[in-house]
């Protein structure tokens, strides 16, 4: 054993504990994985108990070291280290495992149980997640404490990842690992349970590759802690793991990957090594073997002495008290030597947008301009009054206008180009091409805190990222996507490169608000809208096309974006007999067409709808007005027409594209597709002859 690290009985007790625990707790509801939680227990307790600084009595210390559960799916493995180091859960949470209104649900869930800090859902995506948590680490170094040294100031923290075979044949864990590299990212220790069992069997039927070598080839720092000895005795090797975990830390230039070669499952007596455990209850005459292997009484369960829990939590509080002791003290002393800083701080920490940031954003004269444009000068315009705000794309800079104006990349100064220079408080994220890596990274930033971030590629290639935006609702986080390049206006790139379905999917996933402004001054408008909003996240999407920037002085205000739905141009008589709702570019479309609806003397109505989400939360009255009853309405968007029937009535129109493009010039396409003036008002006139 390594004298360096203290390891007694009342230790080894506490992780069979945890053992017991897992195996209670699956057995008790029926389902779950308890194989992994079981033969990993030493692993986490080592990690909570020994290695990483947390404090169970507020677990969202600022100074706290972070941990990400990659596997899931073996949420026992976290939530049996949470309860023995006192996060606030207790025995009989573990015993409502994977029951209604439980702390403990079957994946370990961001905002419902303390402790945890993200929900990594997928297998892969926590990988993705620690290398965000380890970027956002070093953005805040030099955002906020710029003249410390690396490692030296009260932003800097270990980000420690635990991770499976599954993980590791996910492609967005490869994306996420060779970002980690090209970073340099030196906090970042990720530990690989190497037990090869899937719920298929031997992984040999699926994983081939030698993994450390492809650690390696990124760029890792890459290491091998065996408790198998070669598949000859097993032996837990928490010292030698200790070990490795200190040397991973020294590594300040490449981010560490350590194999832990186990068996799945040990030590259970007869089913150890077996993928049966790796998704399925163990059975009562096993766990009873393994209780009485272990020492515990077989009649017994979730059996906790109570010398092994006041053990456990008399470390856990001890060593925070230790690490907080050092931390507080700096950190005051910070905090009196960078009151810009600590007021930006305590800003970001309060989630309130700049005061500033109203009249920093341009605004736009009449003209053409495609909302891609606009957004990027936005965001250049935005920089100094928001110096949190940082982000990029994937390799799409030019494209997504994600750049921020004369701004540097956030990068390791050995990684700048002639093109781009780099600096640990670069504010241009180059992702490359990687975006469900991306997305992953993305909401990690976002949930750290200290930071507002944003990621951009084609709005085609959200399907590459899905799980991201998905995962930031779930977890009520305010990650910014933008996605340009929104319709069929992309032109000659063709059906591949072109969205129709996706706007309507995307506005499935419940708590993401789908945001397609009209022109540049509502771009601004739902930009700082974005920007002060900090309970969800939100999908800006952008046109590569330019489109008209309405004069303002003719039409309504671009501040009433933020309603989500607004009366762009009022019928001639206010009473509108017809109204026609549309997005994006759709809105001049729709423009025009009114004006031929006008002029044959039809009171018409344009309602530009930006966001549906924000328009939704409004109050009936506010929606009837907008949408006044005995009015044709028709819906003009140049994708699906799947939803709008909430908004039209069956009476309405819906006028779309349902179903995909081809490689054509944008107006081609638009005038084939009847995204024209002509055609809405043909079916304008339609929707008001059915009434």
């Given at each position: 054993?390594?004298?360096?690290?203290?390891?007694?009985?009342?230790?080894?007790?506490?992780?069979?504990?945890?053992?017991?625990?897992?195996?209670?707790?699956?057995?008790?509801?029926?389902?779950?994985?308890?194989?992994?939680?079981?033969?990993?227990?030493?692993?986490?307790?080592?990690?909570?108990?020994?290695?990483?600084?947390?404090?169970?009595?507020?677990?969202?210390?600022?100074?706290?070291?972070?941990?990400?559960?990659?596997?899931?799916?073996?949420?026992?493995?976290?939530?049996?280290?949470?309860?023995?180091?006192?996060?606030?859960?207790?025995?009989?949470?573990?015993?409502?495992?994977?029951?209604?209104?439980?702390?403990?649900?079957?994946?370990?869930?961001?905002?419902?149980?303390?402790?945890?800090?993200?929900?990594?859902?997928?297998?892969?995506?926590g990988v993705a997640n620690g290398v965000g948590f380890a970027m956002a680490a070093r953005k805040a170094r030099a955002l906020y404490d710029p003249q410390a040294k690396p490692g030296e100031s009260v932003f800097d923290h270990f980000v420690y990842v635990i991770a499976g075979d599954g993980c590791m044949e996910e492609g967005v864990s490869s994306e996420a690992s060779s970002l980690a590299a090209t970073q340099e990212l030196g906090n970042l220790v990720l530990i690989y349970d190497d037990n090869r069992i899937s719920i298929e069997g031997d992984t040999n039927i699926a994983l081939s590759e030698d993994v450390m070598a492809r650690y390696e080839a990124y760029g890792w720092h890459v290491q091998h802690v065996d408790f198998t000895n070669g598949f000859t005795t097993y032996e837990e090797k928490v010292g030698e793991l200790f070990d490795a975990i200190e040397a991973a830390k020294k590594v300040t230039d490449k981010p560490s990957f350590i194999k832990v070669t186990t068996v799945i499952g040990w030590p259970l007596p007869n089913k150890a090594g077996s993928h049966i455990v790796h998704g399925a209850k163990i059975g009562a005459d096993e766990v009873a073997a393994l209780k009485e292997k272990l020492g515990f009484d077989p009649a017994k369960s979730f059996e906790v002495a109570d010398e092994v829990i006041a053990h456990a939590r008399?470390?856990?509080?001890?060593?925070?008290?230790?690490?907080?002791?050092?931390?507080?003290?700096?950190?005051?002393?910070?905090?009196?030597?960078?009151?810009?800083?600590?007021?930006?701080?305590?800003?970001?920490?309060?989630?309130?947008?700049?005061?500033?940031?109203?009249?920093?954003?341009?605004?736009?004269?009449?003209?053409?301009?495609?909302?891609?444009?606009?957004?990027?000068?936005?965001?250049?315009?935005?920089?100094?009054?928001?110096?949190?705000?940082?982000?990029?794309?994937?390799?799409?800079?030019?494209?997504?206008?994600?750049?921020?104006?004369?701004?540097?990349?956030?990068?390791?100064?050995?990684?700048?180009?002639?093109?781009?220079?780099?600096?640990?408080?670069?504010?241009?994220?180059?992702?490359?091409?990687?975006?469900?890596?991306?997305?992953?990274?993305?909401?990690?930033?976002?949930?750290?805190?200290?930071?507002?971030?944003?990621?951009?590629?084609?709005?085609?290639?959200?399907?590459?990222?899905?799980?991201?935006?998905?995962?930031?609702?779930?977890?009520?986080?305010?990650?910014?996507?933008?996605?340009?390049?929104?319709?069929?206006?992309?032109?000659?790139?063709?059906?591949?490169?072109?969205?129709?379905?996706?706007?309507?999917?995307?506005?499935?996933?419940?708590?993401?608000?789908?945001?397609?402004?009209?022109?540049?001054?509502?771009?601004?408008?739902?930009?700082?809208?974005?920007?002060?909003?900090?309970?969800?996240?939100?999908?800006?999407?952008?046109?590569?096309?330019?489109?008209?920037?309405?004069?303002?002085?003719?039409?309504?205000?671009?501040?009433?974006?933020?309603?989500?739905?607004?009366?762009?141009?009022?019928?001639?008589?206010?009473?509108?007999?017809?109204?026609?709702?549309?997005?994006?570019?759709?809105?001049?479309?729709?423009?025009?067409?009114?004006?031929?609806?006008?002029?044959?003397?039809?009171?018409?109505?344009?309602?530009?709808?930006?966001?549906?989400?924000?328009?939704?939360?409004?109050?009936?009255?506010?929606?009837?007005?907008?949408?006044?009853?005995?009015?044709?309405?028709?819906?003009?968007?140049?994708?699906?027409?799947?939803?709008?029937?909430?908004?039209?009535?069956?009476?309405?129109?819906?006028?779309?594209?349902?179903?995909?493009?081809?490689?054509?010039?944008?107006?081609?396409?638009?005038?084939?597709?009847?995204?024209?003036?002509?055609?809405?008002?043909?079916?304008?006139?339609?929707?008001?002859?059915?009434?």
């Amino acid at each position: 054993m390594n004298t360096s690290l203290q390891w007694s009985d009342l230790d080894a007790r506490a992780v069979d504990t945890a053992r017991v625990l897992a195996a209670d707790a699956v057995e008790k509801v029926g389902n779950g994985h308890p194989g992994t939680a079981i033969s990993v227990a030493p692993i986490a307790y080592l990690l909570y108990q020994k290695v990483m600084n947390v404090d169970p009595a507020d677990p969202t210390w600022l100074g706290r070291d972070r941990f990400v559960l990659s596997i899931g799916h073996s949420s026992l493995t976290q939530y049996t280290q949470l309860y023995l180091a006192g996060f606030g859960l207790e025995l009989t949470d573990l015993q409502q495992f994977r029951t209604w209104g439980s702390l403990t649900p079957g994946h370990p869930e961001y905002g419902h149980t303390a402790g945890v800090e993200c929900t990594t859902g997928p297998l892969g995506a926590g990988v993705a997640n620690g290398v965000g948590f380890a970027m956002a680490a070093r953005k805040a170094r030099a955002l906020y404490d710029p003249q410390a040294k690396p490692g030296e100031s009260v932003f800097d923290h270990f980000v420690y990842v635990i991770a499976g075979d599954g993980c590791m044949e996910e492609g967005v864990s490869s994306e996420a690992s060779s970002l980690a590299a090209t970073q340099e990212l030196g906090n970042l220790v990720l530990i690989y349970d190497d037990n090869r069992i899937s719920i298929e069997g031997d992984t040999n039927i699926a994983l081939s590759e030698d993994v450390m070598a492809r650690y390696e080839a990124y760029g890792w720092h890459v290491q091998h802690v065996d408790f198998t000895n070669g598949f000859t005795t097993y032996e837990e090797k928490v010292g030698e793991l200790f070990d490795a975990i200190e040397a991973a830390k020294k590594v300040t230039d490449k981010p560490s990957f350590i194999k832990v070669t186990t068996v799945i499952g040990w030590p259970l007596p007869n089913k150890a090594g077996s993928h049966i455990v790796h998704g399925a209850k163990i059975g009562a005459d096993e766990v009873a073997a393994l209780k009485e292997k272990l020492g515990f009484d077989p009649a017994k369960s979730f059996e906790v002495a109570d010398e092994v829990i006041a053990h456990a939590r008399d470390n856990a509080a001890s060593r925070a008290k230790a690490a907080k002791a050092d931390w507080q003290p700096r950190f005051e002393a910070w905090s009196s030597a960078n009151p810009e800083g600590k007021a930006l701080l305590d800003r970001v920490l309060a989630h309130e947008a700049p005061a500033e940031l109203a009249e920093a954003l341009p605004v736009f004269p009449a003209g053409k301009k495609s909302t891609r444009a606009a957004s990027g000068e936005i965001l250049s315009a935005i920089a100094e009054a928001v110096p949190e705000l940082w982000g990029g794309s994937a390799d799409l800079a030019g494209s997504n206008n994600t750049t921020i104006k004369g701004a540097s990349s956030f990068l390791p100064a050995s990684r700048g180009t002639a093109d781009w220079t780099p600096s640990d408080n670069g504010r241009v994220l180059h992702f490359g091409i990687r975006e469900h890596a991306m997305g992953g990274i993305l909401n990690a930033i976002t949930i750290d805190g200290l930071t507002r971030v944003y990621g951009g590629t084609f709005l085609v290639f959200s399907d590459y990222m899905r799980p991201a935006p998905r995962l930031a609702a779930l977890m009520k986080v305010p990650t910014i996507f933008v996605w340009t390049h929104d319709s069929v206006g992309v032109g000659e790139d063709g059906p591949t490169h072109q969205p129709v379905e996706h706007v309507a999917s995307l506005r499935l996933i419940p708590g993401l608000d789908v945001i397609r402004p009209a022109d540049a001054n509502e771009t601004a408008v739902c930009w700082k809208k974005v920007l002060e909003t900090h309970d969800h996240p939100a999908a800006l999407i952008l046109t590569r096309q330019d489109v008209e920037t309405f004069d303002r002085s003719a039409v309504a205000a671009a501040e009433e974006a933020v309603k989500g739905a607004y009366t762009l141009v009022e019928a001639s008589d206010g009473a509108p007999k017809v109204v026609l709702i549309a997005t994006g570019s759709e809105v001049q479309v729709a423009v025009a067409a009114r004006a031929e609806l006008e002029e044959a003397g039809v009171p018409t109505r344009v309602v530009s709808a930006p966001c549906l989400e924000w328009f939704d939360a409004q109050g009936d009255d506010y929606r009837a007005s907008i949408l006044p009853e005995g009015a044709a309405i028709v819906s003009v968007e140049a994708g699906v027409t799947s939803g709008w029937a909430q908004y039209t009535g069956l009476s309405g129109r819906r006028v779309g594209i349902d179903h995909f493009g081809a490689s054509a010039a944008a107006g081609r396409l638009f005038e084939e597709y009847g995204i024209t003036a002509a055609h809405v008002a043909a079916e304008a006139r339609e929707a008001l002859a059915a009434l």
